[in-house]
């Protein structure tokens, strides 16, 4: 995203060639399963269905590789231009009995422990490694946030003790959106997905349908989003959570509201082609 189109094949070249800082993790289950790999990206699409020609178009560019819109815009239709988006993770559980809306259950144990920090800005999904996972279906997945405690190659310098670090601007105004919890990000749905040896399970943060619902018309001067200054709005993001009524809320919920999860079909994204959990 962070590249032009036409920079777009030699960034996949470039990409293949670059070893990864994040290191997967994890012992096999007792007990046996499926051994399958994790990545997670952002993608600028929407998650709309594609039609034939761009199905094949996405063959040969995954589509969570450096395909931004020609702009994103905030809920009432702001330009936003994203320097920085990171998430940092600390480990992953995996949740067969769960559905949204009910009660918290035991999950089945941790697979992926990083950290891993994950740019959804980055030309290259990060890869968690692989690990054998209970071939049961999977309707949730938590993933833990971690505080950075020591920065990688290419990171921002003010992801450091954070979770989560945006940078950008609104309409030409700088902003900001910082998080230092410990909590989960967790994605899930009604559709149990069933681990394959053939595929990736994959999580993919849509940053365009993340933006679109949140309301950044109050932002008129340089403006730091974090615990401290939540930036209370009238309307904050209704598509995301109606009782919300600042932007720190917007953000942090809707990583999980417009994240998905599911078995990836080779393309780095999921579209209704795909097994997803939604």
């Known amino acids: 995203m962070k590249k032009s189109i036409s920079n777009i094949f030699l960034s996949i070249s470039a990409s293949m060639l670059l070893a990864s800082c994040n290191q997967g993790g994890g012992a096999p289950i007792s007990g046996g399963g ?3 790999s994790l990545t997670m990206t952002g993608s600028g699409l929407d998650a709309v269905a594609q039609n034939n020609s761009q199905r094949l178009f996405s063959f040969f560019i995954p589509s969570a590789v450096a395909l931004t ?13 994203l320097n920085e988006a990171w998430v940092v993770i600390k480990e ?24 891993y920090f994950v740019d959804l800005l980055s030309d290259s999904p990060v890869s968690f490694g692989d690990a054998v996972i209970p071939a049961n279906g999977i309707r949730r997945i938590k993933m833990k946030l971690h505080e950075a405690e020591s920065l990688p190659s290419g990171a921002p310098l003010d992801l450091d003790s954070k979770s989560i670090y945006f940078s950008g601007s609104v309409n030409g105004v700088n902003f900001s959106y910082a998080a230092d919890d410990s909590t989960e990000l967790e994605i899930g749905g009604p559709n149990p997905i069933v681990p394959s040896s053939a595929k990736d399970m994959l999580v993919v943060i849509r ?18 989003i974090h615990a401290g ?6 309307g904050a993001c209704p598509l995301i959570d109606a009782s919300a009524n600042d932007l720190y809320t917007c953000f942090r919920k809707g990583l999980s509201s417009e994240g998905d999860f599911g078995n990836d079909d080779g393309d780095k994204d999921l579209g209704p082609e795909d097994e997803t959990v939604d």
């Open 207 to 224: 940053m365009a349908d993340l933006f679109k619902k949140i309301n950044l018309s109050t932002i008129l001067s340089p403006t730091d």
């Open 34 to 36: 499926v051994r399958t």
């Open 69 to 81: 819109p020609p702009l994103l815009v905030d809920s009432t239709g702001q330009t936003v231009n």
């Open 92 to 115: 992953i559980e995996f949740e067969a009995n769960e559905v949204a809306g009910n009660e918290e259950q035991d999950g089945d144990e941790v697979e992926f422990e990083g950290p």
């Open 229 to 234: 200054n939540r930036v209370n709005v009238s």
